[in-house]
C-alpha cells in the first residue's frame, strides 16, 4: 500500500487532481479526479504503472499471489480487458 501511495503522489502530480488509495482484502483500488477525458491513455497508463510497481513490492515481501490479476504483460492504451476493473465517469463542470 506504501509504495501504491507514493507511486501515485509521485507520478500523478502533474495528471491527476487528487487520488485516493484503498483496499479489500488483497486488492487495491485507486480513486482519482482528473480533467482529461474518460479512457484517456495517459491516466490509465498511470494506474497500470502502479499495480506494477505495487506487484513487485509485493513480490520482495514475498506476499503469495502477488499481481495474480494483473493478465497482461505491456500496457495496451487502457485498462479494459488487463485484469484489474477500471471505470471512467465524466462530471460535467459547474462554473
Known sequence: MQTVREF???HG??????SYVS??????????THERRPTN???HKLCWDVF????????VQGIHGAGQDLIKDSFSGNV???GPAGADSPFPLIE
Not at 502530480?13 to 487528487?18: E, R, T
Open 80 to 82: 479494459r480487458g488487463m
Open 41 to 43: 491513455e495517459a491516466v
Open 23 to 32: 483496499y479489500t482484502g488483497d486488492d487495491i483500488a485507486i480513486v482519482s
Open 52 to 59: 506494477i510497481a505495487g506487484t513487485e513490492a509485493a513480490k
Open 8 to 10: 501515485i503522489t509521485e
Open 13 to 18: 502530480a502533474k495528471l491527476l487532481l487528487d
